[in-house]
């Protein structure tokens, strides 16, 4: 998702007065630029609609249309390998990146052995769920009493809650960090908004891609109870983009024009902190530059032996506003370009 952001021309009215340019009749150029922290929504349901879910036993497992959600029933099994889930259809495959998800899950039934939850498995394969990238359940066997638990790819890090209520609603909400390799977890009820559960940076390994959302299990032997069942709602998937320093296309270039100097203005969403603005001069004598309100450059800091000036700056976490006014010759102009001091 980008937001939409101004690159405009006005009469010279610094920071205070930009916003206000937008209507004063002067053209305006529109920009897109991204904000800082935005998500990329790959798959969102919420089960007021046929979802279109395929299931390999769609008597257990099928959206329930009257109450708008999806049930699983999961069955133990004493031989073969149950297959009681619903496949999702195919989204935009997450692979090698941070990502954000959220559902609602109610166990309404709870037995031993069988293990309802919802799975993030690449569904191209003949039986997803035998590797599945990572999972959310419901666990009760022998000596570990009625949990959540969250297990990584293949297992190798798995976490689980205090003891789960049944009939209860409990909002999920997953936050996954590829460049440091953690996870954020919260789990609230959703009637109340109680935190019932929370992990924060924990070790999460995720090896492989998902594109596709199962809820149910895949259950095999041995056989401890008979049989337990789920619903899930309100499922969100969605990317994370790394917030960004600059603008998403840079250098910015602002020339000068014929007739009455103008000032040129562009707002963009940053991560903030600090940072330089490498500043390239063409034929430019003299002008004003503001950033945020501030100056950064008046008509006595243009040289024409110096044609790049960088600047130690410092933007603001949110909307920054860079403006421009060139005195010189028509058809001269400046560069700005910004980077983050890591």
């Not at 209860?168 to 919260?186: E, M």
């Not at 940076?201 to 149910?216: E, H, N, R, Y």
């Amino acid at each position: 998702m980008k937001r939409r952001g101004s690159f405009c021309s006005h009469g010279r009215s610094f920071f205070a007065t930009a916003m206000m340019s937008l209507f004063s009749g002067f053209a305006i150029l529109l920009v897109a630029v991204p904000t800082a922290g935005d998500n990329l929504t790959l798959y969102q349901e919420d089960f007021t609609n046929d979802p279109n879910y395929w299931s390999p036993e769609p008597a257990n497992c099928y959206w329930d249309a009257v109450n708008g959600w999806y049930v699983a029933n999961v069955y133990d099994v004493s031989s073969g390998i149950g297959h009681d889930y619903g496949l999702s259809p195919p989204f935009a495959a997450v692979a090698d990146a941070s990502f954000h998800v959220e559902f609602d899950m109610n166990i309404t039934l709870q037995d031993w052995g069988s293990y309802p939850g919802i799975v993030f498995v690449d569904g191209s394969l003949t039986d997803p769920l035998a590797s599945f990238v990572w999972q959310f359940f419901f666990f009760w066997a022998d000596t570990v009493p009625k949990e959540f638990a969250l297990y990584d790819t293949g297992g190798t890090h798995w976490y689980r809650s205090p003891r789960v209520a049944k009939n209860t609603w409990y909002r999920v909400v997953v936050d996954y960090d590829h460049p440091s390799g953690a996870v954020d977890v919260i789990l609230t009820l959703r009637d109340t908004g109680e935190i019932f559960w929370e992990l924060e940076d924990q070790p999460f390994l995720i090896a492989g891609s998902f594109d596709t959302v199962a809820i149910g299990q895949r259950t095999a032997p041995p056989k401890y109870g008979r049989l337990s069942t789920e619903h899930i709602d309100n499922i969100l998937v969605a990317l994370v983009r790394g917030c960004e320093y600059g603008p998403s296309t840079q250098p910015m270039i602002f020339t000068r024009g014929r007739g009455k100097p103008v000032v040129e203005s562009a707002v963009w969403e940053s991560c903030g902190g600090p940072g330089t603005a490498t500043i390239s001069l063409e034929d430019v004598s003299s002008g004003w530059v503001f950033l945020n309100g501030e100056m950064l450059l008046a008509p006595d800091d243009f040289n024409p032996h110096v044609v790049t000036l960088v600047m130690d700056v410092s933007l603001i976490e949110g909307a920054n506003i860079i403006e421009v006014e060139l005195a010189g010759k028509p058809g001269s102009r400046i560069s700005v370009e910004f980077q983050a001091v890591e």
